[in-house]
């Protein structure tokens, strides 16, 4: 608990702060390929926080992270990955009917950290469990990272695997709802994903 004698942590600016990750080792913006056919989008944004102890930083933390929704709940967070999974593809003549000639899945990931304005004062035991709890937030966030761009290589397997139908429209009207099958299979996994992991938390 914080001692009655140390001020409570400074209070968040007025002026706008810039939202983009500033430390590459944590996170930076980028897109790859990693498989053909999947293509991945990633977008780092952080939410500052302020202080000058664990605890301080542990209070940020809880009031001004974002929120995420689970069970209908609103709840602030450490840190979040937000993800959207999406396609598009060729439909044309196929084994005498009509199916997909090719296809391509975009998954867009966006991590969203805590950036500590670290002050000069600050205590080297401070800062490196700071460091140590970043580690741990950016484990915990690339494993849904992962999971999400998995889903994406399951997605574009799902849909060259269909088979071909009489006309273009029925094609069209079977490729989405066996993506979005595998989709929701994905966010079962990262559901599942956090009550294996369980949260770190900073105080």
Request: net charge positive.
């Amino acid at each position: 608990r914080l001692p009655t004698a140390v001020a409570a942590p400074p209070p968040r600016p007025l002026e706008p702060m810039p939202r983009k990750w500033e430390d590459p080792s944590i996170c930076s913006d980028g897109a790859s390929t990693p498989s053909p056919g999947v293509l991945v989008s990633l977008k780092c944004e952080s939410f500052p926080v302020y202080g000058l102890l664990p605890e301080h930083l542990g209070g940020q933390i809880s009031l001004f992270g974002p929120t995420v929704v689970k069970h209908g709940i609103g709840r602030r967070a450490n840190a979040t990955t937000a993800y959207r999974i999406g396609w598009k593809g060729i439909f044309g003549e196929k084994s005498g009917g009509c199916g997909l000639s090719s296809s391509e899945v975009q998954v867009e990931l966006t991590y969203t950290y805590p950036r500590w304005e670290t002050p000069a004062n600050a205590s080297k035991e401070t800062v490196e469990k700071w460091r140590s709890f970043l580690g741990l937030l950016k484990r915990h966030e690339e494993g849904h990272g992962a999971i999400a761009v998995q889903t994406g290589r399951e997605t574009l397997d799902a849909l060259k695997k269909l088979a071909p139908e009489r006309t273009c429209q029925g094609a069209k009207a079977a490729a989405s709802p066996a993506a979005e099958a595998v989709i929701d299979r994905g966010k079962k996994e990262q559901a599942a994903f956090d009550e294996r992991e369980g949260g770190a938390s900073f105080h």
